[in-house]
C-alpha cells in the first residue's frame, strides 16, 4: 500500500507540473499576446493566441501515438520520464522567445514551434499517466485513486492561477507583467519540471506491464490497437462532449470572464480560481461514488444535465453582474462535468487489455481532445467576433448530447474491466 500511494503521488506530481505548463500559456494569454500578435482589436489578439492553444492540441495525437507505443513496449516509467523532459524543453523555449518587435514573424512561428513540442509531450502524458495510475491502485478504488488525474490536472492550472495571482498582486504591475513578467511562469514551470524528472526516476513500473512483458512480444502498436474498432470508437465517443465542456468551463471560461461577463483582471483570476478549488474538491468525491455504483451512471448524469442545463448556466452568466454570482454558476456547471473528469481516465484504462492500453487510451483521446477540446477557445471566439456569441452554447450542447448517446449504450467498465487481461 506505501510504495502504491507513493507512485501514484510522484506519478500524480509529474502530471500537475506537466500540466501547469501547459495552461501557464492560457492563463498568461491575455498579457503576452500583444507581444506576438500586435492589433488594435484584443479579441482578434485572443483569437490568435487561441489558435496557437489549439495548435498544441493538434499534435497531441501523435504524442499519443508516440509515448503510448514507448509504454506499451518498453514500460510506463520511461515514457512518463522523456514525456516531461520534453515539457520542459517547450517551456524554455516560450521564457527566451523574443516579441514580434525584436524579430517580427519568427516570433509567432518559435512560439507555436514550443506550442506543438509541450502538445506532443501532453498528448503522451496523458495516456500513459492514466494507464499509470490506474493500474497502480487496487481494484476496489481505482475510481478513488484514478480522479488524481484530474486533480493534478486541475491542480495545474491552479497553480498557473496562483502564479499569475501573486505577480499581479505582490511583485509586478499589470504594466510590467505585459512587458516582460509573463516570461516568469514558463521559467518556473522548466524548474519544475526538472524536478518532476528526478522524481520519476525512481518510480516503479506496474505489475500488470511486467505481467504482459512476461507473455508477450513487442509489437507494432497500431496494428494491435485496430483489433480494437469498437474501444477505441468508444473512447472518441465518450470523450467528445466531455472536453468541450471541461475546456469551455477552464481555458475559455477566463476569457469569457474578462471579454464577455466584464470582470476586471482581479476578478477573472479570483473567480477562476475559486472555481478550480472548487472542481478539484469534487474529483475524488465522484471517483469515489464511481467506485460503489459504477462508472456508467455517472458519465449518464453529466450527459443529460449537460444537455439540459448548458445553454441556461452560459447565457445566465453573460448576463450576471459580480464575481460572485459568477462563481456560483460556474461552480454549478463543474457539479455537472465532474462526472465526466473523475472518472474518464478509469473508464478508457478499463476498455483495454495491458499490451495495448496506454496507447488505447491516449491515441484516440488526444485526437478527439485536438478535434473537440484545444478547439472550444478558437470556436467560442470565432461566434464572439461575428456577432453570435449564444450559438457557442448550443455548439456545446450538442457535442454533450452526442456523448450521452453513448453512454446510454455502452457498458460498465467497473463491472466489465479489462485491466487484468494482458493478451
Known amino acids: 500500500m506505501r510504495r502504491r500511494i507513493k507512485a501514484i503521488f510522484i506519478g500524480s506530481v509529474g502530471n500537475l507540473v506537466e500540466w501547469y505548463d501547459f495552461y501557464a500559456y492560457a492563463a498568461f494569454a491575455l498579457y503576452f499576446a500583444g507581444a506576438f500578435f500586435p492589433s488594435s482589436d484584443p479579441v482578434v489578439q485572443q483569437l490568435n493566441a487561441a489558435l496557437l492553444f489549439a495548435a498544441g492540441f493538434i ?43 525584436s524579430i517580427g514573424i519568427w516570433a509567432p512561428v518559435l512560439l507555436g514551434l514550443a506550442r506543438i ?43 498557473a492561477l496562483l502564479v499569475l495571482l501573486l505577480l499581479q498582486k505582490v511583485f509586478l504591475t499589470n504594466d510590467e507583467i505585459r512587458a516582460w513578467g509573463w516570461r516568469i511562469p514558463f521559467v518556473i514551470g522548466a524548474l519544475l519540471a526538472v524536478t518532476a524528472l528526478i522524481m520519476r526516476r525512481n ?23 485496430l483489433k480494437y474498432p469498437r474501444e477505441v470508437l468508444l473512447v472518441v465517443g465518450l470523450t467528445a462532449g466531455g472536453t ?85 454558476l460556474i461552480a454549478a456547471a463543474w457539479m ?12 478508457k484504462a478499463e476498455l483495454f487489455p495491458t499490451n495495448v492500453r496506454a496507447i488505447g487510451v491516449g491515441l484516440p483521446y488526444a485526437l478527439t481532445v485536438s478535434i473537440f477540446g484545444g478547439t472550444a477557445d478558437s470556436v467560442a471566439l470565432w461566434f464572439k467576433s461575428v456577432g453570435h456569441e449564444s450559438w457557442f452554447y448550443y455548439y456545446l450542447t450538442g457535442m454533450i448530447g452526442i456523448s450521452l448517446i453513448v453512454y446510454l449504450f455502452m457498458r460498465d467498465t467497473k463491472a466489465n474491466s479489462a485491466m487484468h487481461r494482458h493478451e
Open 244 to 328: 468541450a465542456a471541461f475546456y469551455t468551463y477552464t481555458t475559455y471560461m477566463q476569457k469569457f470572464l474578462k471579454l464577455s461577463v466584464g470582470l476586471t483582471d482581479d476578478q477573472t483570476t479570483m473567480v477562476t480560481l475559486a472555481a478550480l478549488v472548487f472542481g478539484i474538491v469534487l474529483q475524488p468525491i465522484y471517483g469515489a461514488i464511481s467506485d460503489r455504483i459504477g462508472r456508467k451512471w455517472l458519465l449518464i448524469a453529466f450527459g443529460v444535465c449537460g444537455v439540459l442545463f448548458t445553454v441556461p448556466l452560459l447565457t445566465t452568466l453573460q448576463s450576471v453582474k459580480g464575481p460572485f454570482a459568477a462563481f456560483l
Open 336 to 347: 455537472i462535468v465532474s462526472g465526466y473528469t473523475s472518472i474518464n481516465a478509469v473508464v
Open 117 to 159: 513540442i509541450q502538445g506532443l509531450s501532453l498528448g503522451g502524458e496523458y495516456g500513459t499517466s492514466a494507464t499509470y495510475l490506474t493500474e497502480m491502485a487496487d481494484q476496489r478504488h481505482r475510481g478513488f485513486y484514478s480522479s488524481f488525474q484530474y486533480v493534478t490536472l486541475i491542480g495545474g492550472q491552479i497553480t
Open 59 to 101: 499534435v497531441r495525437p501523435l504524442g499519443g501515438w508516440l509515448f503510448g507505443h514507448l509504454a506499451d513496449n518498453y514500460g510506463r516509467r520511461l515514457s512518463l520520464m522523456l514525456s516531461v523532459a520534453m515539457m520542459c524543453f517547450g517551456s524554455l523555449m516560450i521564457a527566451v522567445t523574443p516579441t514580434y518587435a
Open 203 to 225: 518510480l516503479h513500473e506496474t505489475e500488470a506491464f511486467e505481467a504482459a512483458k512476461k507473455i508477450g512480444k513487442r509489437t507494432s502498436s497500431i496494428a494491435t490497437l
